[in-house]
């Protein structure tokens, strides 16, 4: 079992900075996948990134390669996204999620995640 807590979203103007925070508890969190995902009302979940559970691999979409980055800091059992240059249609609830333990270098889809957080809602005013 793990449990995933998310914080630091809120209001922001367009082309600023936020980071977001994914405080894990649980069992062997530095051996599992973590993903950050959004969804926005009326839309599906969407991939944001992904990181290796060495920390050595990200895997960002395209839609945000460039500006957000994804990281994890193993001895506090935490994963962050640096997200720069936020941009309106970046306004969505963003959550992390963390994978069973597998052999895979990293997931792109929701149903590859086994634990979610809360969700914490990031808001981008122009």
């Known amino acids: 079992q793990v449990a995933l807590v998310e914080s630091g979203g809120g209001l922001v103007q367009a082309g600023g900075s936020l980071r977001l925070s994914c405080a894990a508890s649980g069992r062997a969190f530095s051996s599992r996948i973590m993903g950050w995902f959004r969804q926005a009302p009326g839309r599906e979940r969407e991939f944001v990134a992904a990181i290796h559970w060495s920390g050595s691999s990200t895997y960002p979409s395209t839609s945000v390669k460039g500006r957000f980055t994804i990281s994890r800091d193993n001895a506090k059992n935490t994963v962050y996204l640096q997200m720069n240059d936020l941009k309106p249609e970046d306004t969505s609830i963003y959550y992390c999620?963390?994978?069973?333990?597998?052999?895979?270098?990293?997931?792109?889809?929701?149903?590859?995640?086994?634990?979610w957080g809360q969700g914490t809602q990031v808001t981008v005013s122009s």
């Open positions: 999620a963390a994978d069973r333990q597998s052999s895979a270098w990293y997931h792109t889809s929701a149903h590859d995640y086994e634990y």
